[in-house]
């Protein structure tokens, strides 16, 4: 399996601020790449797909970049609602593996 | 929109077989998508389990193939998982998802069911 690998692992931040996570892969998934946001007792929900393009719905604030095997995940102004966990999962090959996820938590 | 709502038994023995289901409304399960089970064991992370395509084509992570099952009713509009020789380990909040294909991501997802094992 291909192993991912998020950075970091738990975020400390204020309302406001600019903040990246990121996600690398044990091998090259090309742009195989997607994000997801948690909430506790909710299901994730896909925010990024293909490594950058903005799922329908979500605010712009959230972008993605890389291919390869280094990826990360950018809140350009953190909003109160933001505060969650986000994982990375690759979709290039079986068993399409989740990051042990970065959970963004309120300073 | 399509929504996707999963349904089973919150408890089974251990080396019983956990079954759920997953009803697709708002849409078809026979539309060209892969269907998925993912996990979650309590405070930890998300597992993909397999999938299976509206043609009925299946795939499942080789750590759990030998006790996974997943299919599809069309008639029901739903489609299931089977896990057997369960044990705790298997304790766990199970989601539905749709795939779309490709790297589109996994884009609708059930609220997802706890499954506890234990006798």
């Known amino acids: 399996d291909i192993q991912l690998t998020q950075s970091p692992s738990f975020l400390s931040a204020s309302v406001g601020d600019r903040v990246t996570i990121s996600c690398r892969a044990s091998q090259g998934i090309d742009s195989y790449l997607a994000w997801y946001q948690q909430k506790p007792g909710k299901a994730p929900k896909l925010l990024i797909y293909a490594a950058s393009t903005l799922q329908s719905g979500v605010p712009s604030r959230f972008s993605g970049s890389g291919s390869g095997t280094e990826f990360t995940l950018t809140i350009s102004s953190l909003q109160p609602e933001d505060f969650a966990t986000y994982y990375c999962q690759q979709l290039n090959s079986y068993s399409y593996t989740f990051g042990q996820g970065t959970k963004l938590e309120i300073k | 929109q399509v929504q996707l709502q999963e349904s089973g038994p919150g408890l089974v023995k251990p080396s019983g077989t956990l079954s759920l289901t997953c009803a697709v409304s708002g849409g078809s399960v026979s539309s060209d998508n892969w269907w998925t089970w993912v996990r979650q064991p309590p405070g930890k992370g998300l597992e993909w389990i397999g999938e299976?395509?509206?043609?009925?084509?299946?795939n499942y992570k080789p750590s759990l193939k030998s006790r996974v099952t997943i299919s599809v009713d069309k008639s029901k509009n739903q489609f299931s998982l089977e896990l057997s020789s369960v044990t705790a380990a298997d304790t766990a909040v199970y989601y539905c998802?749709?795939?779309?294909?490709?790297?589109?991501?996994?884009?609708?997802w059930g609220q997802g069911t706890m499954v506890t094992v234990s006798s």
């Open positions: 998802a749709r795939f779309t294909g490709g790297n589109n991501g996994f884009d609708i």
């Open positions: 299976i395509s509206h043609s009925g084509s299946t």
